[in-house]
């Protein structure tokens, strides 16, 4: 008979044995740099559906553009365009027909193969009537569509268009047979989609009939959160891997001097504006609307909101872009003036409006900010906090609104400003005229030239109050690599994350 | 004489409570340290002699919120038990009088809303009229006058089945004579207790609701929204999400004894017992 003593010894050798084994088990699983690796990617932003052209909101750019749909061209990570599908391109002498050479053996995920006929479809699907891509107006400039051959696409333009293949760029390639976009997807991307469970995670999985570079890494998971404090926990415990713009710069603290953790600060191209409606009184009058953007003081607003965090650039246009310029001197901070300005307009006494204020950070708290800066020069703010549905139908939609709170994630869209029929109503022939000849121009410097001036004269008139630009924090575990740093577009490539 | 001792000193315990944060509301309609919508004080800033609970977010001063908070929290509990106590007492007593099917029916009617989430009735409510203080109010009282009415539509009926409800009856006493002389003077001290709980019961669903969103709107300082506007900073200002925590427990506890004392000095078997 064996002495307890001994069978202790046995029981102790064999608990190590069994934890030993289990963690050999376990090696393959997290591996060194293995393609096979599972990248967990955290995020606030859940896409309302699938589909870019039909309301799915940032959250289906920021996983599906790149990973899972491809355009004819693409937007790098610095603001580049590169061709995509498109293997070659060709521009007639007058401008106005492009010749597109498709890439060979591209397949859907359907199994499909990619055909001029599919690009054609894609393009009428974002000018559709109904179509809510914010790139729709600037695409209206095309007059025709010809499909000469599977593999070639020429389209015809009704003007000349400089940005014609930067506007490409957001155009997804999707099979034109397939069907329910915004539940399913059929492109042509590195990764099909797995599963998307509402309210939780979207899983990606690694295409192996991809006709270029194939993933480095087997599947993702975008895991969505809806406050900022859950996402964070995740990260720290190890639950995803990267953040994909972090909410609050509060929680930065925890991973600040953590080695297990990395911050990143990129470009961002997230505007928070406040957008008045032009159209109707008193913000059809420009001096009201220089009183109101002089008298918030954005500097107080972005430390509240970002502390040391974010930029001021006094207008739509973020620093990535060619025609950007400091404008942050033309409507300075100064509630003297502001009140002045008020009385001049014949409201000494100031007036009382309604703040259309989406219900999800910042917008709330900066809605509370900009009531009491407003408040010092006698106007009053109610605050009406909507959902980003209600924000879509009222704003968006029926521009039954005075005033509004909203983000913006386009880089290159000052040109908004140039469609009086926009949600915010800006109608000014000049500007207009202007950014219809920088489209029609020969050259970049041109472009830049004339799309300088507009917005000279959209900030001269405070067609909305431009009160920061994001930062684009992105946090990520010290074991991944090659993920995205700017947040340009809000697009998230995740094909070049390593884990090791 | 220990147990009675108790008892007295969970009364004196929850009136301190619910006096403390009486005295804070009272005090904050006649005094405030700063101007709730100024924002100069800077952002975050920790507990000094200038700000004595620090800053928010916003560079707004705490304690002035935190006492504006006391205010919405007794005007959310207070509204609240006022509609569902009188529409609750209504009902009740409407159901005890009333014939058997009515009374049935009612009966099922109550039952069917006292099992429907208070907040989820809260959320309906608000869908219909919009966020605010208001309808959190009316809503949450529409959800505490089905509790209400149940029990005082029991403790009616235990009343009205007494020797000497009959005799008032046969004498030619009228209804409203019975209620006013026989009934309220036997079932107040149970509803008060029962209200009393409701009163702390509101005062969460309320916070909750500001919480999601959904109750006094910005820059309205509920508890509730100074703990969900917390939420982001809670690891550099911590301050921010303990202060409204604790004046909400206080709050809550504080009517939960009041009630545990006020059914002792209405009760005469617990004065007995003891």
């Known amino acids: 008979m064996k002495s307890p003593r001994t069978a202790l010894a046995a029981l102790a050798v064999g608990i190590v044995a069994v934890l030993a084994l289990s963690s050999c088990a376990s090696g393959p699983a997290t591996g060194t740099n293995s393609a096979d690796a599972t990248i967990n990617v955290g995020s606030v932003y859940e896409p309302q559906n699938l589909d870019n052209t039909g309301g799915g909101g940032q959250g289906v750019t920021e996983a599906l553009n790149g990973n899972v749909y491809e355009g004819l061209f693409r937007l790098s990570d610095s603001g580049d365009v ?66 000469p051959d599977a593999n070639t696409v020429v389209v015809t333009l009704a003007t000349k268009s400089i940005s014609f293949v930067y506007n490409l760029s957001y155009v997804w390639i999707v099979n034109a047979l397939a069907t329910d976009l915004k539940t399913t997807e059929d ?61 609050s710069p509060d929680a930065l603290a925890q991973f600040a001097d953590n080695p297990d953790f990395v911050i990143n600060d990129g470009n961002s191209t997230t505007k928070l504006l406040l957008a008045f409606n032009d159209k109707q009184a008193p913000f059809d009058n420009v001096a009201v609307r220089q009183a109101v953007t002089e008298a918030i003081d954005n500097k107080k607003l972005l430390n509240s909101i970002w502390g040391d965090y974010g930029t001021l650039t006094g207008s739509m246009v973020p620093p990535t872009d060619p025609w950007y310029e400091d404008l942050t001197s033309v409507h300075p901070y100064d509630q003297v003036t502001a009140k002045q300005k008020l009385a001049d307009a014949g409201f000494p006494d100031g007036f009382t409006f309604t703040l259309d204020t989406p219900n999800y950070d910042p917008h709330p708290a900066a809605a509370e900010f900009i009531k009491s800066e407003l408040a010092q020069v006698g ?77 000279d004269i959209i900030v001269a008139d405070a067609a909305s109050d431009w009160l920061y630009l994001y930062p684009q924090i992105v946090v990520a575990s010290t074991s991944i690599s090659g993920y995205p740093l700017n947040g340009l577009n809000s697009q998230f490539y995740v094909y070049d994350i390593v884990k090791s | ?113 006292i099992a429907f989430p208070t907040l989820l009735l809260a959320m309906l409510v608000i869908a219909a009229q919009g966020a605010s203080l ?33 005799a008032a009856r046969t004498s030619g006493s009228s209804w409203p004579s019975i209620i006013g002389h026989h009934i309220l003077p036997n079932i107040w001290p149970t509803v008060l207790v029962s209200l009393a709980i409701q009163f702390g019961a509101a005062v969460l669903a309320e916070a909750s609701l500001s919480y999601l969103g959904l109750g006094a709107p910005p820059p309205n300082p509920s508890w509730g929204s100074l703990l969900q506007q ?9 301050l921010g999400a303990i202060a409204p925590g604790i004046l909400l427990v206080l709050l809550v506890v504080g009517m939960n004894l009041l009630a545990d004392g006020l059914r002792d000095v209405g009760d005469p078997t617990q004065r007995r017992r003891a």
């Open chain 2, 230 to 238: 917390a939420q982001a900073t809670v690891y550099t200002a911590p």
């Open chain 2, 134 to 166: 208001g309808s959190a109010v009316l809503a949450i009282g529409l959800a505490m006058s089905a509790i209400v009415a149940r029990l005082v539509r029991i403790l009616a009926k235990r009343v009205l089945a007494q020797d000497y409800i009959t």
């Open chain 1, 82 to 147: 590169t061709p995509l599908l498109a293997r070659e391109y060709s521009v007639s002498p007058d401008g106005l027909t492009y010749t597109v050479t498709l890439q060979n053996n591209v397949t859907f995920h359907s199994g499909a193969t990619l055909t001029s006929a599919d690009v054609k479809s894609s393009i009428e699907r974002v000018t559709a009537a109904d179509s809510q891509s914010s790139r729709k107006s600037s695409l209206a400039v095309i007059a025709g569509i010809e499909t």
């Open chain 1, 187 to 247: 492109g042509t991307g590195p990764y099909e989609l797995g599963t998307w469970k509402r309210g939780s995670s979207l899983s990606l999985t690694r295409f192996d009939s991809y006709w270029g570079t194939a993933a480095k890494n087997k599947d993702v998971v975008f895991n969505y959160y809806t406050d900022a404090t859950a996402l964070n926990n995740a990260l720290l415990t190890n639950a995803i891997d990267v953040i994909t713009s972090s909410q």
């Open chain 1, 379 to 455: 106007i009053t703010v109610n605050i009406n906090v909507i959902t980003p549905d209600e924000w879509y139908t009222k704003v968006y939609k029926n521009h039954d609104f005075a005033a509004t709170l909203q983000e913006h994630v386009n880089d290159r869209d000052v040109v908004f400003y140039g469609n009086p029929d926009f949600y915010w109503g800006y109608d000014n022939a000049k500007v207009s005229a202007l950014i219809k000849e920088a489209e029609q121009s020969d050259t970049t410097d041109q472009q830049t030239a004339k799309l300088t001036a507009a917005n």
């Open chain 2, 1 to 113: 004489m220990t147990r009675r001792r108790d008892r007295s000193a969970a009364l004196i315990a929850g009136l301190i409570c619910v006096g403390l944060i009486i005295a804070i509301a009272l005090v904050s309609l006649l005094y405030q340290p700063y101007d709730p919508s100024d924002t100069s004080g800077g952002r975050l800033v920790a507990p000094s002699l200038a700000h004595w609970a620090g800053t928010d977010q916003l560079g707004r001063d705490l304690l002035t919120r935190l006492m504006m908070g006391a205010q919405i929290a007794l005007v959310a509990g207070g509204g609240s038990v006022v509609i569902g106590g009188v529409l609750g007492i209504v009902l009740g007593l409407g159901a005890a009088f009333a014939t058997r099917w009515l009374d049935d029916t009612l009966s099922a009617v109550l039952d069917i809303l």
